[in-house]
């Protein structure tokens, strides 16, 4: 197969890559586009690898990978990548004999583990109907895995057979923010700003449906950025609109109402400082 890789030019205007850090584009484009990737969207590759070709912290690489998988953008474990999306985005036609024959070759020889477990199960699932394509059957997997597990098992009980450990807390969550400094400093600080945006429509919102990812980004594209949306979100949670809230917020922005405020347009919050009437000053971004 070609020793190439393709960057679709609507990349820059999609609405999750657009609200990412310079440092989180790099990477998202290093994990298609590296050497060891394939066009399977599975590979292994080390940390320290991605960290020496990137010039990334290995402490960051670790944070954005996960939120990456989060977003089901890519999912990284024990030295595997996964790109669910890789396949369709690097190849013209996937029914060609030859890229079927490269995808089968990858899972073939691919390190076993839960990812290729998910990867042959996406293709199957996903791909292989949208495209009217054979399905993956790979006999030897599952008893593969099995064997991995067994012998992970009985490495870990000892000689004595116990494989008991001691129980390990898991990390607390912060908590949430009560102040609009708090979420502003949260948000300006945050490597997945919608994520943080979506978190705070849901605190200050709770009765309403929690907006999807692009339609926050369109949100914050069209008031001036995800520190201004943040800002409207606060300033009209204490009289919500009726209807849909970030339709109304970006009404507002534009100089007009999309819907009917539940009270006055009176604001007296506490913790709340009014933001600059410039909106690119704020996190400096102006769209």
Not at 36 to 45: E, H, K, P, Q, V
Not at 166 to 183: A, C
Not at 198 to 209: C, E, K, Q, S
Request: contains cysteine; hydrophobic residues 30%.
């Amino acid at each position: 197969m070609p020793d190439y890789r393709q960057i679709h030019t609507e990349i820059w205007s999609d609405p999750w890559f657009e609200l990412l850090d310079p440092s989180d584009k790099l990477l998202f484009i290093y994990l298609f586009s590296n050497k060891r990737s394939t066009l399977a969207g599975i590979y292994d590759i080390s940390l320290r690898q991605i960290a020496f070709d990137t010039g990334l912290d290995q402490a960051y690489i670790i944070d954005a990978l996960d939120r990456f998988g989060q977003e089901n953008k890519a999912h990284y474990d024990d030295g595997t990548i996964w790109i669910p999306k890789m396949m369709e985005r690097n190849t013209l036609n996937l029914r060609s004999p030859k890229v079927q024959a490269n995808i089968r070759t990858t899972f073939l020889t691919a390190s076993v583990g839960t990812l290729l477990t998910k990867a042959i199960s996406y293709y199957n699932r996903i791909i292989c109907p949208k495209y009217g394509i054979d399905t993956v059957s790979i006999p030897y997997l599952q008893n593969k895995t099995k064997q991995n597990t067994t012998q992970q098992y009985t490495e870990s009980a000892g000689a004595d057979g116990d494989s008991s450990e001691p129980d390990t807390p898991e990390p607390e969550e912060p908590p949430e923010p009560t102040t609009f400094q708090e979420w502003e400093t949260r948000i300006r600080d945050s490597h997945n700003r919608p994520a943080e945006l979506r978190a705070m429509f849901t605190v200050l919102y709770p009765n309403r449906d929690p907006p999807d990812f692009g339609y926050i980004g369109r949100a914050a594209r069209t008031v001036g950025g995800a520190g201004r949306l943040a800002d409207l979100l606060w300033q009209h949670s204490t009289r919500p609109p009726t209807g849909d809230v970030l339709a109304y917020l970006m009404g507002v922005a534009k100089g007009g109402n999309h819907g009917t405020r539940q009270g006055d347009n009176s604001i007296n919050i506490q913790g709340y400082t009014p933001k600059a009437a410039d909106p690119a000053e704020f996190y400096g971004e102006g769209g």
